[in-house]
């Protein structure tokens, strides 16, 4: 925009005025006959103090005309002018500083910053922009020194803490953030916001260094309790807090927090929401049920409460009713990724496995790519018996769970994987995976079974097949797969008697008929000679499980006599 000549003069008169600057020659004018000098207490600036100020207050005025006509670097240029000749001015010190780091100019900035930093008259605030501009400079030493002088003057700025405890903590120096902290508790006392800001900086300090753990943290309860003392009356912060005590693994502090809340506003969706949550988590499902009830009531169009409601039901087991609320997730909040996900976990437990690599399909274009889309597909395909497809998403999860820190793929992603392989009939890479889950739990039952038992199903590695299993049976002495393992792995060692003896315990611990477990007890019992068990039970597995191997050995065994 063009600047119009009014306004123009309007700007340099005021600079004018600001001077000090009269018409007519210094001095001059007429006086009044028999009027006394006028005497003034204030001694009036050299003249080159004058000119300097003169020249600072011309350049502003340019400086202004320049900016309202869309000149941003002659704005600049004629505000740098101004602080060359006069560093009074605070405010337009610190404006142009910024306009300097923001164009990422910061030689320039710290130029201008040093030079006014020498004042002892320098406001906390300059300093505190000294810092920056030292942080910027890869100088975080004397950025350390800025902040702390700026620490020292007024106005309290508590993003001067915050820089500060950021570069001790990297330094390892959380003790000497200590007592600033404390500081600022006591500049802050009557501020929940900063207050909270404060106790964010303690647990900071303990994450950076273990041994301060405990005095952070107690330090930072002492600021919650500061921060509930005070009653705010701003539901943000009281959620806020409530939040911090949950992450602290505090949730009575935080339930009690979020109910004050509930008492001041009955209908706050946020505080009925959190109760929700903090009940979910904490297994207490009717609590959680009745307070989303109340969202829902609130704020039917909220597609939060739809898979809450929906995470309720998954833990009641009631499948249908959670994937109806799921579904209404999904339809008011397409990009809801765990509404998907959790979707799919219900039409699976329903027994859908077709339905829910459908919804996890659609997933895949709603939202961002995730672990747990491409793992629950490796799930369903599984269950579909579309085994390289399950492979492929199998593949997708571990890509994208190896970023994450810690990593999701756990023992327990590396034995599913290695499970359908096995399935499949991939022996070769169904062992490299079980072997990776026992890499990282060596102690875990279940993977530890099920490579003992594929081995002596082949007749491989018997001994240490046998090994496996007896440590699987530690974790689990009463599990019938894994006495039906070490009765069969016997077997394949040539101890049938001892074989006998495991898979009768198998069977009597089995709360339904197998026919695995049955055909292997026949085997066992018919190496012993005991001919009426072995007919017994090849009998029981063929009416489990049709099977030409087991008929021919019940064809072929003696008759009863």
């Known amino acids: 925009m063009v600047l119009r000549s009014g306004a123009l003069c309007a700007i340099l008169a005021l600079a004018l005025l600001a001077t000090g600057c009269r018409t007519g020659s210094p001095g001059g004018g007429r006086k009044s006959h028999g009027a006394k000098p006028e005497v003034t207490a204030t001694a009036r600036p050299a003249p080159e103090a004058w000119e300097r100020r003169a020249s600072a207050h011309a350049a502003f005025a340019a400086g202004l005309v320049r900016g309202m006509n869309g000149d941003a670097e002659g704005l600049l240029s004629f505000f740098e002018r101004v602080t060359e000749n006069d560093l009074s001015n605070h405010e337009l010190v610190a404006d142009v500083a910024r306009r300097f780091l923001q164009q990422g100019k910061v030689d320039r900035a710290l130029k201008l910053l040093e030079r006014v930093c020498q004042s002892p008259e320098t406001p906390g ?13 890869g100088r975080n030493g004397d950025a350390l020194k800025a902040y702390l002088r700026a620490a020292e003057r007024p106005p309290v700025i508590l993003a001067v803490y915050q820089a500060v405890v950021r570069i001790l903590a990297d330094d390892r120096r959380g003790a000497d953030a200590l007592p600033l902290l404390s500081r600022a508790t006591t ?32 330090a930072m309860l002492e600021v919650f309790a500061k921060v509930r003392s005070l009653k705010p009356e ?42 929700a949550e903090l009940y979910l988590r904490s297994g207490r499902i009717p609590e959680a049920s009745r307070q989303l009830e109340a969202l829902r009531k609130i704020d039917p169009a909220n597609p939060v409460t739809y898979y809450f409601l929906g995470v309720v039901a998954l833990e009641e087991k009631q499948f249908e009713r959670a994937r109806n609320h799921l579904e209404r997730a999904i339809l008011l ?5 765990p509404a998907h996900t959790d979707l799919a976990v219900a039409l699976l437990s329903l027994q859908r496995p077709e339905d829910a690599a459908a919804v996890l399909d659609r997933a895949r274009s709603e939202v961002p790519p995730s672990f747990r889309i491409e793992y629950l597909s490796g799930v369903a395909r599984t269950q579909l018996k579309r085994f390289d497809e399950a492979f492929a998403a199998y593949q997708n999860a571990e890509r994208i769970g190896s970023t994450n820190r810690p990593p999701l793929t756990d023992h327990r992603f590396y034995f599913q994987v290695g499970a359908m392989l096995e399935r499949k009939g991939d022996e070769a890479r169904s062992i490299e995976y079980l072997e990776k889950s026992l890499e990282l739990k060596p102690d875990f039952d279940e993977a530890l079974n099920h490579l003992g038992y594929m081995w002596a199903e082949k007749g491989r590695n018997l001994p240490r097949a046998r090994a496996m ?10 599990n019938p ?58 009998s029981e597995s063929l009416k489990l499980e049709p099977s030409p191997a087991v008929a021919k050995k019940l064809a072929e065994a003696p008759p009863a006599k």
Request: with cysteine.
């Open 125 to 137: 605030e300059l300093h505190a922009l000294h810092g920056v501009a030292l942080t910027q400079a």
């Open 187 to 218: 500049g802050f006392a009557n501020e929940p916001q900063a207050l909270l800001e404060i106790a964010d900086l303690y647990r900071a300090v303990g994450v950076s260094d273990p041994r301060l753990e405990a005095r952070a943290r107690a």
């Open 234 to 275: 701003d539901p943000a912060i009281a959620l806020r807090l409530a939040d911090r005590y949950a992450q602290a693994g505090l949730p009575e502090p935080s339930e009690a927090v979020l109910r004050e809340l509930q008492e001041r506003s009955p209908r706050n969706p946020a505080a009925l929401a959190r109760l």
């Open 333 to 337: 909040n397409p990009a809801l990724e």
């Open 469 to 478: 299993i007896e440590q699987a049976l530690k974790a689990e002495p009463e």
């Open 481 to 538: 797969a894994y006495l039906d393992s070490m009765g069969w792995v016997l077997f394949r060692l040539g101890k049938p008697a001892e074989a006998l003896e495991w898979l009768t315990k198998a069977r009597k611990g089995s709360t339904e008929p197998d026919a695995t477990v049955l055909d292997h007890l026949g085997d066992a019992a018919a190496a012993c000679g005991r001919w009426d068990l072995a007919r017994e039970a090849w």
